[in-house]
């Protein structure tokens, strides 16, 4: 049989040979990389957020990132004043961001986590997307790139998972990323003496595809429940990152995932540290319901397709307030003739 003919060298010792009858193992843990998809796309369906642990970004990566942003809050005003944002150069600090035409009790500090290649030329009153940093700051920048760095891989990663989710290529979205415009932030709320009528972010809703937030342990992210529209309070868990799908998502998935409406609330004993990274698609990206999705439900995609470019720089009005406008929704690309069947 198979070139095989039995003899006596393939005898085994009498304690060696097989019982004829074998137990099965049990406890042999059978996993399926695809339900770990899966509880990414049932959050992503009934929350829009979800909390990572275990994701490879080294400790050492996030505690020298929180330690920089600590010491630069830390600093005076009239230093961090020397990188305050400008209508020309909105990147870097500020603390006077208004959501819905209501100011946030919060102070920013704003980079990209590539510095994009210098223009030749500058036309006059066009924006300029280039790193401030602070002088005197030993290690600021270097802690604040590595961890750029390390977030960009882990986004990377839960592109995939939410690919899988949806029943897509693993590295089918990651297309839209090449040369992505991703925007880094980094956010102080001091202690608030009015924490009852005023908030350290206004509701809104983030216009990317995946936003990755480390915060410390003091809590104040509210997101909006979908099932009864309460807000509630993201739990604050050690060591991990709080996800939430952005509207990139949301149109991507055509609506199967929601981009759920947040805010920030303060209080009055604590101060809050949170660091947000924006995961957006590259300008030139095309964002449409995905045609496998469309075609699984056998309806027509809620959504018509638009240029992330020209929707995020419209959302910038030329300010770097993408909070504060209002002017260009995704609702503003939902299809008319759907619009009776979502809710
Ligand atoms: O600080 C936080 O927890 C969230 C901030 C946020 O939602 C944002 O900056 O878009
Ligand atoms: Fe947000």
């Known amino acids: 049989m198979g070139g ?20 099965e193992a049990t406890g042999i843990p059978v996993t399926d990389v695809d339900a770990l998809a899966a509880e990414v796309g049932a959050a992503s369906r009934d929350w829009g957020f979800f909390v990572v642990v275990g994701h490879g970004v080294p400790a050492g990566t996030v505690a020298r990132a929180t330690a920089a942003q600590r010491a630069f809050f830390a600093l005076p005003a009239e230093r961090k004043a020397a990188v305050r944002r400008s ?10 961001e208004h959501t819905k035409n209501v100011r946030d009790w919060k102070e920013v500090f704003d980079l990209v986590p590539r510095d994009p290649p210098p223009p030749a030329a500058v036309a006059d009153g066009e924006v300029v997307y280039r790193n401030k940093w602070p002088e005197d700051l030993p290690g600021f920048r270097e802690a604040l790139e ?7 891989e882990l986004a990377l990663k839960l592109l995939e998972l939410l690919a899988r989710s949806l029943k897509l290529r693993p590295d089918r979205l990651h297309g839209f990323f090449k040369e992505h415009t991703s925007f880094f932030r980094l956010n102080h709320y001091p202690p608030c003496p009015a924490p009852e009528v005023v908030l350290g972010v206004g509701r809104h809703k983030d216009p990317g595809a995946l936003t990755v937030l480390y915060q410390d342990d003091v809590g104040g992210l509210d997101v909006r429940r979908r ?10 868990v050690p060591n991990s990152f709080v996800i939430n799908v952005g509207d990139t998502v949301q149109v991507w998935s055509d609506d199967r995932y929601e981009s759920a409406e947040h805010r920030v609330s303060v209080n009055s004993e604590k101060e ?15 964002v449409e319901p995905l045609e496998e999705v469309v075609s699984e439900e056998k309806k027509p995609p809620r959504y018509s397709a638009y240029s992330w470019g020209d929707y995020f720089s419209t959302k910038l009005n030329g300010n770097f307030k993408w909070l504060d406008v209002d002017n260009l929704q995704i609702a503003d690309f939902r299809k008319s003739y759907s619009s009776g069947d979502v809710p």
């Open 4 to 23: 095989l003919t039995m003899e006596p060298a393939f005898v085994q010792a009498p304690e060696h040979r097989p019982k004829p009858t074998v137990t």
């Open 227 to 236: 099932s009864d529209g309460e807000w509630v309070r993201v739990k604050c």
């Open 272 to 286: 809050r540290f949170s660091m947000p990274y924006f995961f957006n698609p590259a300008s030139g990206a095309i």
């Open 87 to 96: 209508e020309a150069e909105p990147l870097g600090y500020y603390e006077s």
């Open 146 to 152: 590595e961890y750029t760095n390390a977030l960009e």
